[in-house]
């Protein structure tokens, strides 16, 4: 099997973004005028790339922000490995609001190295992500391809990083990135290198 080249970027931004709510594997959600925005400059910034396909999760969120790649008749997957992890209960509330403290509880207990809780409602932890995430790369290295788009979400990327680096998952918030963040990962001979890491350039400028 030959040298693989991903490139892996973060949805962008939506509506629930700007507003602050939790967006998870079970929230449908659409991009902000921004998000939009952001999804064009990453398309003028690397148009010239010559994916030969394009993988998404399943969640709309990730399909939108493609869409132009997609309009040129690029081959889409949608894999439900690289969707964002579930937070249960906590999907669609105010991540700040007094009825969602559990959400950064179970963050905070993520981060002492017990990776075991979910959240109620169908929640899910690291591990279980990790795993799916697994079966979802295993397949992609398995096609045909040797250089591949792929667009997933913040804290399913952060796991991603995290577990092909070699690291603990409990340190997966060592990894910041921001909405259209680029990575490149390069897999050979059953190994993961990270090219480029959290590139931004693309969408720097609309921030002024």
């Given at each position: 099997m030959g040298k693989k080249t991903l490139y892996v970027i973060r949805h962008g931004q939506t509506l629930h973004n700007q507003?602050?709510?939790?967006?998870?594997?079970?929230?449908?959600?659409?991009?902000?005028?921004?998000?939009?925005?952001?999804?064009?400059?990453?398309?003028?910034?690397?148009?010239d790339v010559p994916f030969q396909k394009i993988y998404t999760s399943t969640l709309h969120r990730t399909i939108q922000t493609v869409k132009p790649f997609l309009d040129l008749g690029i081959p889409h997957e949608a894999l439900p490995g690289l969707d964002?992890?579930?937070?249960?209960?906590?999907?669609?509330?105010?991540?700040?609001?007094e009825d969602n403290k559990q959400y950064f509880e179970i963050i905070?207990?993520?981060?002492?190295?017990?990776?075991?809780?979910?959240?109620?409602?169908?929640?899910?932890?690291?591990?279980?992500?990790?795993?799916?995430?697994?079966?979802?790369?295993?397949?992609?290295?398995?096609?045909p391809e040797d250089l591949v788009l792929?667009?997933?979400?913040?804290?399913?990327?952060?796991?991603?990083?995290t577990w092909i680096s070699g690291k603990p998952l409990k340190d997966m918030d060592n990894f910041d990135h921001d909405n259209l963040s680029l990575y490149i990962l390069e897999y050979e001979?059953?190994?993961?290198?990270?090219?480029?890491?959290?590139?931004?350039?693309?969408v720097q400028k609309l921030r002024q």
């Open positions: 507003k602050g709510i939790v967006q998870g594997r079970y929230v449908r959600s659409e991009l902000s005028k921004l998000g939009h925005r952001q999804a064009q400059a990453f398309f003028d910034a690397y148009k964002e992890i579930s937070w249960g209960d906590s999907e669609g509330r105010h991540e700040r609001g905070d207990t993520w981060k002492s190295g017990d990776l075991e809780p979910r959240l109620p409602g169908g929640g899910e932890n690291p591990l279980d992500v990790r795993k799916r995430q697994q079966e979802a790369l295993e397949y992609i290295v398995s096609q792929v667009c997933m979400h913040g804290r399913a990327l952060k796991i991603l990083l001979n059953g190994k993961w290198h990270i090219a480029k890491n959290d590139e931004r350039s693309h």
